[in-house]
């Protein structure tokens, strides 16, 4: 099986889609909690001009799991950085890359953002349930049957904690269960999303601010990962 290359190794495309979304920039086009509506959308619906993540990989060459990633993060991080999140995402991606290659790296940066957001000490079964979950993302033979077990073991765990933990360690011990049981497809963008509700309860009054910082972290992490991927 080929390796999905992005914009399909052509700087043609890459132009295209950039020049595409800086122009619904410009016109004011992009907003969030809309798909798309022939005019106006996210950051998915002007970039494609529909709302459809599938299309990622066959228009962009760009993985799916990493263009719900996008879109999570779109409708989730502060609005000012919004604005330019879909022109940002798209110019940082280089021509030709292997973006399957971020998914480990993304995942345990937000595992072990995870760690740092709620009180670990009071829960240490959810504290272990992440650890033992970016040990899983650490190891060298991801995808690997052997990998695949331990993977089962890690969202066991995770899901025995989840049950016995409550606000942010809840959130944490899903964030966990998320990043193991589905490793095969949209492990980061999951794990994301409840990493950052991990964040949000450990806030506490300042629920929503938290969550938009959250999801600007990992923006700022994914961006970097992506430009540094050839």
Not at 208 to 222: L, P
Request: with cysteine; hydrophobic share 50%; glycine share 4%.
């Amino acid at each position: 099986m080929n390796k999905l290359k992005a914009y399909h190794n052509d700087k043609s495309i890459k132009d295209k889609y950039v020049k595409r979304v800086t122009w619904h920039f410009e016109q004011d086009n992009i907003i969030r909690d809309i798909g798309w509506n022939g005019c106006k959308g996210c950051a998915i619906g002007c970039t494609l001009e529909k709302y459809d993540h599938s299309q990622y990989p066959i228009e962009l060459g760009i993985p799916e799991w990493l263009a719900r990633v996008e879109d999570t993060l779109f409708e989730g991080m502060s609005k000012d950085k919004s604005r330019t999140w879909p022109i940002d995402f798209l110019a940082a991606v280089n021509i030709g890359s292997d973006l399957e290659a971020i998914k480990a790296p993304f995942l345990l940066f937000v595992l072990k953002d995870t760690l740092e957001t709620f009180e670990s000490v009071e829960y240490p079964d959810v504290k272990k349930a992440v650890e033992v979950t970016i040990a899983l993302w650490e190891r060298d033979d991801i995808g690997s049957a052997d990998w695949q077990e331990a993977a089962k073991a890690a969202w066991a765990a995770a899901w025995e904690s989840w049950a016995a933990a409550e606000s942010a360690a809840e959130a944490a011990a899903w964030a966990a269960a998320e990043a193991a049981a589905k490793a095969a497809a949209w492990a980061a963008w999951a794990a994301a999303e409840a990493a950052a509700e991990a964040a949000a309860w450990a806030a506490g009054e300042s629920w929503a601010a938290a969550k938009a910082a959250a999801y600007d972290r990992y923006a700022d992490e994914i961006l970097s990962l992506i430009k540094e991927c050839r």
